[in-house]
């Protein structure tokens, strides 16, 4: 049996690194040539060089750059195809994203995980090299990440999502109410989802999720589209709940997000201190006008009546709920656009295998409202500068996410094509991401040299 044992480990150390690949077997320095530079930031192309040090941009030039008598280095000859950063999700849910519903509410949390691990290794592969991940209990999988026991993007984890009874997180059975003073749901017990009602409970959940290495905090301040138990026009938590948290989420350095949808919840959750909305297709112009005054980030999602949509049955409540979001996106992006609010584009996939894999086409369905730069930008830099409202809180913070420069992560693609002029080329990244680099390693190359 001892021997048994002894076999099996090794079998699974050697399936790790298999796994792996060329990301262990990274050099000390990479040279990419004959790239055609989007820096994330500027509407143009550069034609240079870049250098990668360990796991930062050290040198990009337009001259070559020499490499004598460097022998610990990997040269990548990048055949005048186009290099751009990392692209950034800034809503999403690792722990869910790809796993069927009834699965993820009835499976073991150390199924979920692996399970999880998994759908973060194929987003890397899609070209998402850092997500801000909101809500689930992706803290875990962010830490086997950067550990290296797992494969995946850079993770802003929010740990468990904090709602109400009855709010959007709470997916809980209809016979589990009611609940016994102190008792735990299987989800809270494992930091996926943390009820809190009062302001004495939400300071607590606060708290406990900072303390187990919450980037930012995400609280449930209205109905939700895919839980069972609230409409769209309930406003879920007061003020007063909202500024514990937002106490709680400052005093660590860091702020907190909330998915709202109606102007009620978000100027409420924006009066007691919240900085970024997530949703809000139904802001009327008063709401987005206060936005704007009080320099609030919006993060938005592309929610559309298409084929990405999820597949609820026609006539029920929750189909019900999705065409009143899903009318009010045109709106949300044209008021965003008028008052030039800062705004961050996420996928929020859950319980969905099918869409997990277009988060491309998610991005550049944009282009019904911006241009393929202002979309690219929006998918690097833009969302990067809301990532670092996490302060303290951020656990990547020796280098620049997000755009192509010097003292940047090594957080590239290369694209077998000019995504400024064809956005849809990012949909297939499987075809058309020839290169794939995070944190100075290579996940993917099938660049002929």
């Known amino acids: 049996m001892k021997t048994f044992k002894v076999i099996l480990v090794f079998l699974l150390f050697v399936n790790i690194s298999l796994v792996s690949g060329q990301a262990n077997q990274k050099p000390i320095k990479i040279l990419i040539n004959n790239v055609e530079i989007f820096n994330g930031k500027d509407n143009k192309l550069t034609k240079a060089n870049i250098l990668i040090e360990d796991n930062l941009i050290k040198t990009i030039s337009s001259s070559p750059i020499s490499t004598e008598k460097e022998e610990s280095i990997q040269v990548i000859n990048g055949n005048g195809k186009y290099l751009i950063p990392g692209l950034i999700d800034a809503h999403s849910h690792i722990m869910f994203e790809s796993i069927p519903q009834s699965k993820a509410l009835t499976s073991e949390y150390s199924y979920l995980a692996l399970f999880a691990a998994k759908a973060a290794e194929k987003q890397l592969l899609r070209g998402f090299t850092t997500v801000r991940d909101l809500g ?64 004495d409970q939400v300071l607590m959940r606060s708290r406990e999720q ?89 993060s938005l999602q592309p929610f559309l009546d298409d084929e990405e949509s999820i597949p609820f049955p026609e006539g029920s409540e929750n189909r019900r709920k999705q065409l009143l979001v899903t009318n009010g996106t045109d709106n949300a992006y044209k008021l965003a656009k008028k008052y030039d609010i800062k705004t961050a584009w996420g996928t929020d996939c859950l319980f969905d295998p099918s869409l997990a894999v277009k988060q491309g086409k998610q991005l550049s369905k944009m282009t019904r409202w911006y241009t393929p730069f202002e979309v690219l930008k929006m998918a690097t830099y833009n969302n990067a500068q809301l990532l670092y409202m996490s302060g303290k809180r951020n656990p990547y913070p020796l280098g620049k996410l997000g755009e192509i420069a010097e003292g940047a992560y090594a957080d590239l693609i290369v694209v077998d094509g000019n995504p400024l002029e064809n956005i849809k080329l990012i949909e297939d990244p499987e075809t058309n991401f020839v290169l794939i680099i995070k944190d100075g390693k290579i996940y993917k190359n099938t660049l002929k040299q």
């Open 136 to 199: 689930g209990g992706a803290i875990v999988v962010q830490k086997s990440i950067d550990e290296g026991l797992a494969i995946g993007p850079r993770i802003f984890p929010s740990g468990a999502f904090i709602s109400q009874s009855g709010g959007h997180g709470d997916f809980g059975l209809p016979t589990d109410v009611p609940r016994k003073i102190g008792e735990l749901s299987y989800a809270e017990r494992n930091g996926m989802a943390a009820i809190a009602d009062g302001v």
């Open 210 to 298: 900072l303390r187990q290495g919450a980037t930012q905090l995400k609280l449930m301040a209205g109905g939700g589209v895919a839980s069972n138990y609230d409409p769209i026009d309930v406003m879920q938590y007061t003020e007063e709940e909202f500024k514990a948290a937002v106490s709680a989420a400052e005093n660590w350095g860091t702020y907190v997000t909330v998915h709202a949808y109606t102007p009620q919840a978000i100027q409420a959750a924006i009066n007691a201190g919240v900085k970024c909305i997530d949703h809000g297709q139904l802001a009327d112009e008063a709401t987005v006008k206060l936005m704007a005054e009080k320099g609030i980030w919006w």
